[in-house]
């Protein structure tokens, strides 16, 4: 490592990158371009968005989107306090005026009016209507909306509307490769290499069986999750059953048959 | 000396049987769903199924293959091939059943890092895999060490079997497997008829491969006479079969079509010509009556049948255009082979006017008042000049521009639960091919159950608001794809749809992969927001050329995958009630549902596609 990466890292949350996406994300800063990362849960989205901003030194503001959020929330409201009314800015708001990065985590899962907020902001307006207030903010140079969005198959009634998508210079993340997410995982964790590397092992067989036996992937995070708590002196079994196989399958049958491999992964003499 | 040997090894067999301990037998029906996933778990090849291992002759000498066929005493040894995983149907080799399960987990992990790498040298191939399988699951080691010094044990004491020097080097690369051993020895003196089975490796002699070699060979050495006579033969047990030909098990025996087909499966020689194909298919039939001795009562009926049962051209269905071509993936070569399909837009020759059962349409009206309701998506619309519920926000709202001293006061202050109004097509895609005609009771065929379900799934979407398209596949090889297309997305509901689908008749195969594409181009037209396809079948892909087995299953889900991409969902509802691997494999495991009883289709279809697009 030279001293120039060593002072970059230094403070920034570690990031592992998997492949252009650093360089992506800065040009897509730099030239005022909207983002829209895509990819499985836990595969290292929300913690490259993390390190980005923190590298760019720019104030982020995460909004994780559920089925119940509206445009409001992210724009602001007005609120009664102490019978006065005041207005309250939303994060979207918010990094707008700041000049930061908003994060839309699970864009897919919002209200559908939260797009008349989205549009004018993520083409070459840059703008942010606010009707409650009667405001029209036009965005600095130095803000940037990121959004992010898992295409799985189970999104039936839930995909992104070609309206919305087209407005985005998108990044396709995946699991990393087997080399990159054992340094993720002995970076994260500090857990030996020869564990290490049998999680990762063990992670990428079970990943194979997506849509097959399981209908989800092993995350990043889980198997972080799992090093985490070998690293406290779990036994590595229980921990593999704590935080790998069980979140995967609710079928007893199938945790039974994935823990005998487990076993016969990690239970070395 | 050959006789000599053919003895020994005869006491062997006869011995290896003996030597099961019965009372800890473990059977692989009961854990085979596990085996299956620890397979996989360990890296094993996604698309293979688990099949019990043929029962054996253990290639050895011919003199003594009858009376092994005439005993039940046979080994059953795991081994892997193209299409499918064998394990032997039980485990007794050990008097413990824990070590007999543990004989089956490390099995599964065997076959799933087997490298037949030299493909002549099953010792050294054996050795590599065990060192390779200790070596990426350590924690299999002790298990390994348990297994392998028992197993051993048990061979020191039989007492037929001679502590010859090639014994002993099979016993001591079982308790410590040493490839550099291996490469010293000289195979030709070595050879795997003349060693006792050891159940812990592969089978040096993968079923799938040899056996049907072996048979291809002898057949095709027989004079052209001597294939006429054995066709008459076929021919005159056909006419035998007729007589009692629905059975409580296969119902038609056109079901059997398929089980023909599973056997071609195992025939490993390149069939990319289509004339060679059929040559070959119809080897595979006549093989049959040997195979079922080893498995069952497979006959080659099905196949004849079928062949009967060709309508000739004046009777066939219409065909309305010079057919639409279509690219089919080869899995072999990884490539898509451009316009490598055609299919034909079909129309019944006759369309007759048919009433469905009173009972049904009294199914179809409830339904449909059902769907009126259950389809449409609720959502609570915000800030309504009334509804059940108060809408907090604008009160809060309201209260604020009160305090602000605005005049103009929002009256819309509640919340209401109304239907959503969504933008989706779906198209409804059913198998027609023969084995659509076989029955599932006493009164009705696989084929009524899709009509019926075609009718009150088509009632039952005229009620909504959903854009919604009916067609109907089967096929004859590549160049005669049948689509039917029995209603059209812009076209109503309404009586000719309903006598169309009355007027459907089952025939040939199912070339799933160019249905599918067809059916994804039709829905890519569509503008709508999300579109799902949704296929009804019945089983596998099949067709007559080299459609079937591997290759069909492999240009199914890649003709699934293109759906994808083009924003459409595939989900495939099967009565196919055998545990097969192959649903998951082609449409993921949360794309595909399995009817248990082909009756409660009809009424189940409706209701799976409400909750499907909830
Ligand atoms: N490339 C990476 N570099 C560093 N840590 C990573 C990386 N990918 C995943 N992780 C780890 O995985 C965890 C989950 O990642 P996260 O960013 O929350 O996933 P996502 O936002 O895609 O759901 C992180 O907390 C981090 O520990
Ligand atoms: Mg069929």
Wanted: with cysteine; net charge negative.
């Amino acid at each position: 490592m030279d001293a120039k990466t060593m002072i970059e890292t230094s403070d920034i949350p570690m990031y592992v990158p998997q492949h252009n996406e650093v360089d992506v994300f800065q040009m897509a800063f730099e030239n005022q371009l909207p983002l829209m990362l895509k990819g499985p849960t836990g595969c290292g989205k929300t913690r490259f968005v993390t390190h980005m901003a923190e590298k760019l030194g720019r104030p982020l503001y995460t909004v994780a989107c559920h089925d119940d959020l509206t445009a409001a929330d992210l724009v602001g409201r007005y609120l009664i306090e102490g019978g006065q009314t005041v207005w309250r800015d939303g994060p979207l708001t918010r990094a707008v005026r700041e000049g930061g990065i908003c994060y839309l985590d699970e864009v897919v899962e919002a209200r559908k009016d939260t797009t008349v907020v989205i549009h004018p902001l993520s083409d070459d307006r840059r703008q942010l209507p606010i009707d409650r207030t009667g405001e029209l903010l036009q965005a600095p140079d130095d803000f940037m909306l990121v959004i992010s969005y898992n295409p799985g198959y189970q999104n039936l009634l839930k995909g992104l509307k070609p309206s919305t998508r087209q407005r985005f210079v998108s990044l396709t993340f995946d699991y990393p490769k087997s080399e990159t997410e054992q340094s993720i995982i002995s970076k994260e964790t500090g857990v030996d290499d020869f564990t290490v590397r049998q999680l990762v092992d063990l992670s990428n067989a079970l990943r194979r069986l997506k849509d097959h036996d399981l209908e989800e992937s092993v995350s990043t995070r889980l198997i972080v999750y799992t090093a985490t708590l070998i690293k406290a002196g779990m036994d590595p079994i229980q921990a593999c059953r704590a935080a790998l196989i069980e979140p995967l399958s609710d079928d007893e049958e199938v945790v039974k048959a994935l823990m005998e491999v487990v076993v016969a992964k990690l239970d070395v003499e | 000396m050959e006789e000599y040997v053919g003895q020994i090894w005869h006491k062997y067999i006869t011995k290896a049987a003996s030597l099961e301990f019965a009372e800890a037998k473990v059977e692989l029906n009961d854990i085979r769903h596990t085996l299956a996933i620890q397979f996989r778990a360990f890296g094993g090849d996604l698309a293979l199924e688990l099949k019990d291992a043929l029962n054996k002759d253990w290639e050895g000498k011919r003199s003594f293959l009858s009376k092994l066929a005439s005993s039940q005493q046979k080994m059953e040894l795991a081994s892997v091939g193209i299409n499918n995983l064998y394990l032997p149907k039980h485990i007794a080799i050990f008097p413990d059943k824990e070590l007999n399960k543990k004989t089956y987990l490390w099995l599964s992990a065997l076959l799933a890092s087997y490298e037949n790498s030299t493909g002549t040298n099953w010792l050294e191939d054996n050795v590599k895999s065990v060192n390779k399988t200790l070596s990426l699951f350590p924690g299999l080691r002790r298990t390994y060490r348990v297994l392998s010094q028992e197993h051993v044990k048990l061979r020191s004491k039989i007492k037929t079997l001679k502590q010859t020097e090639d014994e002993l080097i099979i016993q001591r690369l079982l308790l410590s497997p040493d490839i550099s051993e291996v490469s010293d020895l000289n195979l030709d003196s070595f050879n795997p008829k003349d060693i006792f089975p050891v159940p812990l490796w592969c089978d040096p002699f993968p079923a799938e491969a040899t056996r049907i070699e072996k048979k291809l060979k002898d057949t095709q050495t027989e004079s052209d006479i001597a294939k006429h006579e054995k066709a008459k033969k076929v021919d005159l047990r056909k006419k035998g079969e007729h007589v009692d030909d629905i059975d409580e098990k296969d119902g038609l025996m056109a079901f059997r079509l398929d089980s023909v087909f599973s056997w071609t499966e195992y025939i490993p020689v390149d069939r990319t010509a289509d004339e060679e194909n059929e040559d070959q298919a119809a080897l595979a039939a006549e093989d049959i009556d040997q195979i079922s001795v080893v498995r069952g009562s497979e006959t080659t009926a099905g196949k004849l049948k079928f062949d009967l049962d060709l309508p000739g051209s004046d009777q066939d269905d219409i065909t309305i255009n010079e057919g639409i071509k279509l690219p089919e993936w080869d899995y072999r070569k990884s490539a898509l082979q451009k316009d490598f399909c055609r299919l034909h837009t079909m129309q019944p020759r006759k369309v007759e006017k048919h009433e469905f059962s009173p009972k049904l349409r009294e199914k179809a009206k409830r339904l449909k008042a059902q769907f009126e309701f259950l389809v449409m998506q609720k959502q609570w619309l915000k800030g309504q000049p009334d509804g059940s519920e108060i809408d907090l926000e604008r009160f809060i709202l309201r209260q604020a521009d009160e305090l602000n001293g605005q005049v103009k006061q929002d009256s819309n202050l509640y919340l209401e639960l109304r239907q959503n109004s969504r933008s989706l097509s779906c198209l409804l895609l059913a198998d027609l091919s023969l084995s659509t005609d076989s029955y599932v009771n006493n009164e009705s065929k696989i084929i009524d159950m899709i009509k019926d379900s075609l009718y009150l799934f088509s009632e039952s979407l005229s009620a909504t608001q959903d854009r919604f398209a009916i067609g109907g596949f089967s096929s004859k090889r590549r160049d005669m794809v049948r689509y039917y297309p029995i209603k059209s997305f812009d076209e109503k509901q309404s009586k000719t749809t309903l006598d169309k689908i009355s007027s459907l008749t089952p025939g040939y195969y199912t070339r799933m992969g160019a249905a599918i594409r067809h059916a994804a181009n039709q829905l890519e037209k569509e503008s709508t927001e999300t579109k799902l396809l949704l296929l009804l079948s019945d089983g596998k892909p099949n067709d007559i050329d080299l459609y079937e087995g591997r290759y069909g299953i492999e240009d199914t889900k890649h003709a699934v995958r293109e759906a994808f991409t083009k924003g459409i969902r595939v989900f495939c509802v099967t009565i196919d009630d055998e545990d097969n691997n192959y649903l998951p494999y082609i449409f993921g495991s949360a794309n595909y549902i399995k009817i248990k009883r082909a009756t409660e289709l009809p009424e189940k279809l409706p209701k799976l596609y409400s909750l499907l697009t909830k």
